[in-house]
């Protein structure tokens, strides 16, 4: 299995940090990596798929790059809004694996 | 707007059984593979089992194979799973989620439903 690895598992920024979130996979997954936002008590949401690419209708400020075993998500401006956690994914390989999450708070 | 509505969930005893259910709508259901994903109280998100847009194949994570079934009835844009010999580790919300392609296995998830508590314990 591929495992992904996230860190930090927490953070804790002002509004208007730029805050970013590391994701390695334990193999090579060309770019096959999403990134999704669960806010308390709802489903998770897909942000970033392809490791680059923004979903229809998510803000700009939400970015990601990175392809191979090393990927980055990106806030380049906190919004109190974006208080959840963040979780990256690979479906190169079955099963498709989960990292163990980064929570996002505000300072 | 695609909808995801899961129904099911509940309490039941250890080594029991239980079939959740998805509902469907807004979308051609035949057209994409759908997936169960699990997350235990306080935990991360855990992949469980897919199944084709045709229902013909599926896929299954080791920690539930020969224990759960995925199947999907197109005709009622509907999908289930039904989970039997439950343990106490398959405490859980369970989220149903939809593939963004329509090939075979995407594995890309761009709805959720809002997810069904199943909670395993005597």
């Known amino acids: 299995d591929v495992q992904m690895t996230q860190s930090p598992s927490s953070l804790s920024a002002s509004v208007g940090d730029r805050v970013t979130i590391t994701c390695r996979a334990s193999q090579e997954i060309s770019n096959y990596l999403n990134w999704y936002q669960q806010k308390p008590g709802k489903a998770p949401k897909l942000l970033i798929y392809?490791?680059?690419n923004l979903e229809t209708g998510v803000p700009s400020r939400f970015s990601g790059s990175g392809s191979g075993t090393r990927f980055t998500f990106t806030i380049s401006s906190l919004q109190p809004e974006d208080i959840a956690t963040y979780y990256c994914q690979q479906y190169e390989n079955l099963p498709f694996t989960f990292g163990g999450g980064t929570k996002v708070e505000i300072k | 707007e695609v909808q995801l509505l899961e129904s099911g969930g509940g309490l039941v005893q250890p080594g029991g059984s239980l079939r959740l259910s998805c509902a469907a709508s807004d979308f051609t259901f035949s057209n994409y593979a759908m997936t169960w994903v699990r997350q235990a109280p306080g935990k991360g998100l855990e992949w469980v089992s897919t199944?084709?847009?045709?229902?013909?194949?599926?896929y299954y994570a080791d920690f539930v194979k020969g224990r759960f079934t995925i199947s999907r009835d197109n005709s009622n844009n509907s999908m289930y799973l039904h989970m039997t010999s439950l343990r106490a580790d398959d405490t859980a919300i369970y989220f149903c989620?939809?593939?963004?392609?329509?090939?075979?296995?995407?594995?890309?998830?761009?709805?959720w439903g809002q997810g069904a508590l199943v909670t395993v314990s005597s």
């Open positions: 392809d490791a680059s």
């Open positions: 989620a939809k593939d963004d392609a329509t090939i075979p296995l995407a594995g890309t998830f761009d709805h």
């Open positions: 199944i084709s847009g045709s229902g013909t194949t599926t």
